[in-house]
Nanobody
Framework: QVQLVESGGGLVQPGGSLRLSCAAS????????MGWYRQAPGKQRELVAR???????SYADSVNRRFTISRDNAKNTVSLQMNSLKPDDTAVYYC??????????WGQGTQVTVSS
């Protein structure tokens, strides 16, 4: 059974930092394209960051230079380091895995709130 479990969300002041983690079971993250998405109330789900099997990374323009996605193959986890957080970063953040066959898996989400 495949499971993706996010952790690390919470309340943080503008300008602060958080590190999100996605723990995978049932799949090896090194064999998947792993991504972080977010969804704020009333808004469309948005791709935040992605890392390929070859460790190429990409970011949404809104988070580029502030967020960093990484993968730890030994722990079978992916992380999202979030720096210089802004109120507009407030959303539920979801971990996503895509296989070469087109299968997609989602985590349950973790809430990130940036507020003073």
């Amino acid at each position: 059974q495949v499971q993706l479990v996010e952790s690390g969300g919470g309340l943080v002041q503008p300008g602060g930092s958080l590190r999100l983690s996605c723990a995978a079971s049932g799949i090896a993250v090194r064999l998947y394209v792993m991504g972080w998405y977010r969804q704020a109330p009333g808004k469309q789900r948005e791709l935040v960051a992605r890392i390929t099997r070859g460790s190429s990374t990409s970011y949404a323009d809104s988070v580029n230079r502030r967020f960093t996605i990484s993968r730890d193959n030994a722990k079978n986890t992916v992380s999202l380091q979030m720096n210089s957080l802004k109120p507009d970063d407030t959303a539920v953040y979801y971990c996503n895995a895509e296989s070469l066959n087109g299968y997609t898996y989602w985590g349950q989400g973790t809430q990130v709130t940036v507020s003073s």
